[in-house]
């Protein structure tokens, strides 16, 4: 099994930053993907930033509406990632959850709360 630690969810006025941290631990030997995905009211969990690797090597993919805005970053070391996240607008408002591939398993931090005021 595989545990997700999740920090840096806040309130933030449009225009701001915030940088959201995830840290694995557990059974941590073949995390082939780390990333981020959101959800908000009455809507579906969609994609914001993946980074992982397989037989084809290491890819990153973003979503459509945070490219250009959102980085996503992974240490290698340490088991963790961030996603930097700059000038948030209020669309952006959602609950972020981390999530990692472990092996064939997949596994999701708790969520964190974003909040984007006009």
């Known amino acids: 099994q595989v545990q997700l630690v999740e920090s840096g969810g806040g309130l933030v006025q449009a225009g701001g930053s915030l940088t959201l941290s995830c840290a694995a631990s557990?059974?941590?030997?073949?995390?082939?993907?780390m990333g981020w995905y959101r959800q908000a009211p009455g809507k579906q969990r969609e994609l914001v930033a993946v980074?992982?690797?397989?037989?084809?090597?290491?890819?990153?993919n973003y979503g459509a509406s945070v490219a250009g805005r959102f980085t996503i970053s992974r240490d290698y070391i340490k088991n963790t990632v961030l996603l930097r996240m700059n000038n948030l607008k209020p669309e952006d408002t959602a609950v972020y959850y981390c999530?990692?591939?472990?092996?064939?398993?997949?596994?999701w931090g708790q969520g964190t709360q974003v909040t984007v005021s006009s």
């Open positions: 980074t992982g690797s397989g037989v084809s090597g290491t890819s990153t």
């Open positions: 999530m990692t591939r472990e092996a064939s398993r997949q596994y």
């Open positions: 557990g059974s941590i030997f073949n995390l082939n993907a």
